[in-house]
C-alpha cells in the first residue's frame, strides 16, 4: 500500500473523510484542518488536462480588461514593499498579470501549463510565457535562486497536489526581500461554510487543495515567509448563487426543470437565461449577497495574502 502523503500545511498524518463529490473523495487533517482531495489527482492527469485545456483561456480572454484593473492594484500592494524588478506570475493564463506588470515597468515572466493559453499570450502580446513547470525549470538560468523580486500566483495553489513544494521553489527563488503575493479560493468563507462541497467556485474537479484563511497562512509561514497583509474580499454579483443554493436543499432537479431542461438535468446555457431574464433569480444573483459583512468579518470568498521573504541576518 502506497505511504500517505503528509499534510502539506502542517505535516501531521491523520486525516478523516469530510465528503464525496464530483467523483472524488475529500479528507481533512485533523491537525489543522486543511481539506485536500484524499486520492488525489495524478499529476500526469492534471499536466495533461492543462495542456490541452482552452475553456480557461478564453474566459481570461473575456475579463482581460477588468483584471487589467484587478492585477494593477493587486501589483500596487506588491509595489508598497519592493521596487519593480523581475517578477514572475506562476499560472498566468494568458498573461493578462503580466501585462499589467510590464506596463508599471516589471521585467515579468509567466508559467502557464496550457500550451494554446500559454500561446495565445505569447502572439498577443509578446510575453514571456513559459508552458512548464517550475521543477522543469530548475536548471534554466533565468531561473536561478535569488533571481525574483516578486512572485505572483493567482488562482493557482489550490490546483497543485503539492502546494508546500511550489512554496519552498517559490522561497529559493525569491531575492531577501522578496514579495509573495497569494490569492486563492477561501473555504473558509461564508459561502464555504454555508455551501460546503455544493459551493461551485471552491470546489470543482480540478481544485485538489481547499484552503482556508488560517491554513493558507499558517502554510506560507512553515516555509519561511513573514505574512504582511491578509484580506478576504467578496462581491455581491454571483451567477452561481442560486445554483449552489438549490443543489445545497437538495433541489438540482427542480432547477432543471425551472430553467426548461426537460430532463431536469442542469444546462449551463438555460441556466444563464435564468438567472438573466427572470427577476427573483436575477435579484438573488446580483443584489442580496452581503459581500461587505463577509468581507469585513473575514469570510469573504476569496483570501488574498502578502509576504516577504525575510532579509538573511547579518
Known amino acids: 500500500m502506497a505511504e500517505r502523503a503528509p499534510c ?25 484542518r486543511f481539506v485536500r482531495m484524499a486520492d488525489g489527482m495524478p499529476e500526469s492527469s492534471l499536466e495533461d488536462y492543462y495542456a490541452e485545456a482552452r475553456a480557461s483561456g478564453e474566459a481570461a480572454w473575456q475579463e482581460h480588461e477588468d483584471n487589467l484593473v484587478k492585477f494593477g492594484r493587486m501589483i500596487e500592494r506588491i509595489e508598497a514593499h519592493v521596487v519593480p524588478g523581475r517578477f514572475l506570475d ?3 493564463s494568458i498573461g493578462t ?5 510590464r506596463d508599471r515597468g516589471w521585467q515579468a515572466i509567466g508559467i502557464e501549463l496550457s500550451k494554446p493559453v500559454a500561446e495565445f499570450g505569447r502572439d498577443k502580446w509578446g510575453l514571456d510565457i ?6 522543469d525549470l530548475a536548471t534554466d538560468p533565468a531561473f536561478g535562486s535569488a533571481s525574483f523580486d ?14 508546500d513544494r511550489i512554496l519552498e521553489r517559490s522561497f529559493e ?22 455551501f460546503g462541497k455544493h459551493w461551485s467556485y471552491g470546489v470543482t474537479f480540478e481544485h485538489v487543495s481547499h484552503f482556508t484563511k488560517k491554513t493558507v497562512v499558517r502554510l506560507i509561514e512553515r516555509i519561511g515567509f513573514t505574512v504582511r497583509e ?7 454579483q454571483d451567477p452561481r448563487l442560486v445554483h449552489d443554493l438549490m443543489q445545497r436543499m437538495g433541489q438540482g432537479k427542480r432547477l432543471g426543470r425551472w430553467i426548461g431542461s426537460p430532463d431536469g438535468q442542469f444546462d449551463l446555457e438555460r441556466y444563464v437565461r435564468f438567472i438573466t431574464d427572470r427577476k427573483l ?12 459583512l463577509a468581507t469585513a468579518l473575514g469570510r469573504g470568498q476569496e483570501v488574498y495574502v502578502l509576504a516577504i521573504k525575510p532579509l538573511a541576518s547579518a
Do not use: Y
Open 97 to 101: 498579470s503580466l501585462v499589467a506588470a
Open 130 to 135: 513559459r508552458d512548464e513547470t517550475l521543477e
Open 8 to 32: 502539506p500545511v502542517c505535516t501531521g498524518s491523520t486525516f478523516e473523510n469530510v465528503f464525496e463529490v464530483l467523483g472524488n473523495r475529500f479528507e481533512r487533517c485533523r491537525e489543522c
Open 150 to 163: 516578486a512572485i505572483f500566483m493567482h488562482h493557482t495553489l489550490e490546483h497543485v497536489p503539492w502546494p
Open 230 to 236: 491578509v484580506t478576504t474580499p467578496d462581491c455581491r
Open 281 to 292: 433569480p436575477n435579484l438573488l444573483s446580483n443584489k442580496l449577497w452581503p459581500a461587505r
Open 90 to 92: 506562476v499560472g498566468c
Open 173 to 194: 527563488l525569491l531575492r531577501d526581500g522578496g514579495v509573495l503575493f497569494q490569492a486563492l479560493p477561501n473555504h473558509g468563507s461564508l459561502k464555504g461554510l454555508a
